[in-house]
């Protein structure tokens, strides 16, 4: 089993900043990418950034140039800095891990509310 522990969130104004964290406890041998998903009221769950075990990063299109993922260190720890930040980047997001065989994600932080509005 995997633990996470997500820290950060909040309220932002327009144009603001505000970074992530999500750190990965337990069997964490076989982790190969984490990411983070966000979920807007009344909208389903989307995904939003994921970064491999190569330091390889991507990103939806509606956050390129303005979200950067961290690689994830030797303590399992990956950050989501959110720059330029819009209402429509209001949701609860969720850091996720990917570790096995499965492509999908394995293991689901509880989720941090993130609000930016004026």
């Known amino acids: 089993q995997v633990q996470l522990v997500e820290s950060g969130g909040g309220l932002v104004q327009p144009g603001g900043s505000q970074r992530l964290s999500c750190t990965a406890s337990g069997s964490t041998y076989d982790i190969w990418a984490m990411g983070w998903y966000r979920q807007a009221p009344g909208k389903q769950r989307e995904w939003v950034s994921i970064i491999n075990h190569a330091g390889k990063p991507s990103y939806i299109d509606s956050v390129k140039g303005r979200f950067t993922i961290s690689e994830y260190n030797a303590n399992n720890t990956v950050h989501l800095q959110m720059d330029n930040m819009r209402p429509d980047d209001t949701g609860v997001y969720y850091c996720?891990?990917?570790?096995?065989?499965?492509?999908?994600?394995?293991?689901w932080g509880q989720g941090i509310q993130v609000t930016v509005s004026s």
């Open positions: 996720a891990v990917y570790s096995g065989s499965n492509p999908q994600p394995r293991y």
